[in-house]
Every structure is written in structure tokens, then in C-alpha cells.
């Protein structure tokens, strides 16, 4: 190459580069080609970062993959319904575990303290009720609240050390610790109502934490101690119970305490018609309270006799 024609050539690519980083077209271009690589990188990066579908979407799958674990371990839960072919809206209670509570109980029936245990039982009772009392004054729907908070602790602890001496001696407890556990489900399901119909102050609440934590350790030692003592005090712990609720019913019909109409979950657990009121509920509550009565009586009167529980079968389903 001759040298004119090296210094054309090199004038014309002293030309282009000036035309390129010339203000108007080249700096800005190669700026904004630079913005637009960088970009068009970001917007790439994004995407391989992005959740492959939506929140919705992911809630989606997720609520799919757990069906799936579900479905593959053979747990699926059933679709129940009513009878009127409605869904069954309860999971704490299914439609063959409701009943109508037998109301025709005898309700004045009390066990008279005759030798030193069932004494110890009824005054350590009376005990506990008379501070209650002072605290609650004519506020029932917090006092009952407390009480089943409280009842529903002795059929689980008792059908608890039931079940471990079953499995330590090999052998049947008589339907015994289905009894006892039934018992505490019912007694739950009896705070299940009454919170529907309430909304417990701070104290209150801490009244129960306090007196629950209590009394789920003493009545567990005194049921290692002696069975029938503790059956014995759940007794006469039932008894009060029922005579609340009765002063509960008294208030109700004298118009003193609103009876409003009863929750859906008290309905459909005892059978009630549909426009059953808080004195209906009260009272099937109340023959409960009578049924768990009689039951632990009979417990500590086994035991009293010399016999254990296994030897007697239980009354199960007798609520």
C-alpha cells in the first residue's frame, strides 16, 4: 500500500470514530446501547429469579402438593354432610358423636358424706366453691367458662393413668378410660358452646390459666394416691355444677340473664331444634353435668367396695 493511500484510509477511520463520539449520534447511541444491554441483562436476571406463577399460584400448588401428601399416606379427610345434605362445618365433632342428652335425670341427687374419705372429698370441694362464688357474684357465663375449664381435666387425666396401668398389667380396663375420656369431651365441648356465647376479660382468662394449671397437677397426684378419692371429689365437684347451672336456669326464666338464641355448635352437637335458646342449652349442659355425677360416684363406690373399675364394665355412651 502506497503511502497516500495509508493516510486516506487512515483519515477515514479518524472520520467514523469522530462521527461516533460525535454528541449527536455517537456517544449518546453507544451510552443508550450500553443502558439497554444493561437492561435488557436485568430484566433476564429477573426473570430466572421470578417464582415460575403468582402468589395465588403458589398458594395453589402449595395447597396441591399437601393434598398429595395427604392422599398418598391414605388419610385423606372425608367430605362430611348432614342430613339435609349440607357440609358438615365441625371439626371437632362429627355428626355420630351428637346426641340427645337425656334431661330426665334427677338433678337433686347427692351422695352424703358418711366416712372420713368422702368427708375430706365434700369439704375440700366446698372449699374451692365458696371463693368461686365471690369472684363470679351472678356473671354465669364466666363461671361456667372457669368450671369447664376445670371439669373437662379429670377424665383426662384419669383415663391417662387408666390407660398406662392397662399397658403395664396386660390387661382391659372394662371400657373404663373410653368412659372417662368421653366424659372430658363432652365437658370440652361445653366450653366450646359457651365461648361462642361470651368474651372472657384478661383476668378471667388468667383465672383459668392459673386454676387449671393448679388443679391438673394436685388432681393428678391425688388420682396416683388414691383413685377413688379423686373420683369421689369429681363427684361432688359435678354436684356443684349442677346446682350452678340450675341457678343459672332460675336466672334465665326470671328474666335476669338475656336467653339468647343458641349457637349453631350447640345445636348440631346435642340435637337441638333449630330454634332452641340458651335455656335449652343450658339445660342439656346441665344433664350432662348430672351424668358425669353418677358416673364418678360410681367409680369411687367400686373402689370403696373393695372391686376395681375393670371388674364393672363402664357405662360408655351414657350421655
Not at 153 to 173: D, N, T
Not at 226 to 252: C, M
Request: with cysteine; hydrophobic share 40%.
Amino acid at each position: 500500500m502506497s503511502r497516500s493511500a495509508a493516510v486516506k484510509m487512515s483519515g477515514l477511520l479518524m472520520r467514523q470514530l469522530r462521527g461516533e463520539f460525535s454528541p449527536h449520534g455517537g456517544m449518546v447511541q453507544i451510552r443508550h446501547w450500553s443502558n439497554m444491554s444493561t437492561s435488557s441483562k436485568t430484566k433476564e436476571e429477573q426473570k430466572a429469579h421470578q417464582p415460575p406463577h403468582t402468589v395465588a399460584d403458589a398458594t395453589n400448588d402449595v395447597g396441591d402438593k399437601a393434598k398429595k401428601i395427604v392422599s398418598y399416606w391414605g388419610v385423606d379427610p372425608p367430605k362430611i354432610s348432614k342430613e339435609d345434605g349440607t357440609p358438615w362445618k365441625w371439626n371437632s365433632f362429627r355428626p355420630w358423636e351428637t346426641y340427645s342428652a337425656d334431661i330426665s335425670i334427677d338433678v337433686k341427687k347427692h351422695h352424703l358424706p358418711t366416712n372420713f374419705m368422702d368427708k375430706f372429698a365434700y369439704w375440700t370441694v366446698q372449699s374451692l366453691k365458696y371463693p368461686t362464688y365471690l369472684f363470679f357474684q351472678r356473671r354465669h357465663m364466666c363461671h361456667a367458662m372457669l368450671l369447664e375449664t376445670v371439669a373437662a381435666v379429670p377424665g383426662m387425666v384419669g383415663g391417662m393413668l387408666l390407660h398406662c396401668k392397662s399397658l403395664r398389667r396386660f390387661e382391659h380396663s372394662g371400657g373404663w378410660i373410653k368412659a372417662l375420656l368421653e366424659e372430658a369431651e363432652n365437658e370440652r365441648m361445653h366450653l366450646m358452646t359457651f365461648i361462642e356465647l361470651s368474651n372472657p376479660k384478661w383476668y378471667e382468662r388468667a383465672l383459668v390459666f392459673a386454676v387449671q394449671g393448679v388443679f391438673v397437677n394436685a388432681y393428678f397426684l391425688a388420682y396416683l394416691a388414691s383413685p377413688k378419692l379423686a373420683h369421689r371429689i369429681v363427684g361432688y365437684l359435678e354436684e356443684e355444677a349442677v346446682n350452678s347451672y340450675t341457678e343459672f336456669l332460675i336466672d334465665i326464666e326470671k328474666g335476669l340473664f338475656e336467653n339468647s338464641p343458641a349457637p349453631a355448635i350447640a345445636i348440631d352437637y346435642w340435637r337441638l331444634p333449630a330454634d332452641a335458646t340458651l335455656k335449652d342449652v343450658v339445660t342439656v349442659i346441665r344433664a350432662d353435668e348430672a351424668h358425669h355425677r353418677d358416673l364418678n360416684h360410681f367409680a369411687s363406690d367400686i373402689q370403696c367396695q373393695g372391686h376395681e373399675l375393670k371388674d364393672y364394665p363402664a357405662p360408655i355412651g351414657y350421655h
